[in-house]
């Protein structure tokens, strides 16, 4: 397992559609493996898209657990090729992204989803999830379409914010 470097707008990468997993091989394996690791390894990561990792297949981590905005929670999730076939309602929210590290923004998602997808063993799954995870889950959805958060934002002059200006209006 390896932590892997996480590749930042504006990589070509993170421009593309990924493609579809049709055979779980042991470079995918390796792939999932090092994609869990990665997420586990920065602080407050709650969800990874392989292309951020450097590979264009369809493969998404997440793990809300614990974080302070979670209402459900399934844990560890791995997704393999997902697809939302649900959703409901809309809520805005401030986003970031490992890719935008300096940058967080304001962006309007589903408020509930139901994605099937395939675990890792390549059996079919199917969640159904909403408020944060379900926020989190169509942001690295995205990430496997080539859509990145400010893609979504409806202005970058009132809905983008940098960092650490935003860090300040926290305290
Ligand atoms: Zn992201």
């Known amino acids: 397992m390896a932590v892997l470097k996480v590749l930042q707008y504006p990589d070509e990468i993170l421009k593309e559609k990924c493609i579809l997993i049709k055979k779980i091989d042991s470079q995918i394996n390796q792939l999932i493996d090092d994609m869990i690791e990665s997420l586990q390894s920065f602080p407050g990561c709650v969800g990874i898209a392989a292309p951020q990792i450097g590979s264009s297949v369809?493969?998404?981590?997440?793990?809300?657990?614990?974080?302070?905005?979670?209402?459900?929670?399934?844990?560890?999730?791995?997704?393999?090729?997902?697809?939302?076939?649900?959703?409901e309602g809309e809520i805005i929210s401030r986003e970031g992204c490992l890719s935008l590290p300096d940058y967080t923004g304001n962006v309007k998602r589903a408020v509930k989803i139901r994605?099937?997808?395939?675990?890792?063993?390549?059996?079919?799954?199917?969640?159904?999830?909403?408020?944060f995870e379900a926020i989190?889950?169509?942001?690295?959805?995205?990430?496997?379409?080539?859509?990145?958060?400010?893609?979504?934002?409806?202005?970058?002059?009132?809905?983008?914010?940098?960092?650490k200006f935003y860090k300040k209006?926290?305290?």
């Open 115 to 131: 994605v099937c997808a395939q675990n890792r063993l390549g059996q079919p799954i199917e969640i159904q999830t909403e408020g």
């Open 136 to 163: 989190v889950l169509q942001h690295e959805i995205d990430h496997l379409n080539g859509i990145l958060f400010v893609d979504r934002i409806i202005s970058l002059k009132t809905d983008l914010f940098r960092r």
């Open 58 to 87: 369809q493969l998404i981590g997440l793990d809300v657990g614990g974080h302070k905005k979670t209402t459900i929670s399934h844990g560890l999730v791995v997704l393999l090729n997902p697809v939302i076939r649900m959703q």
């Open 169 to 171: 209006q926290e305290k």
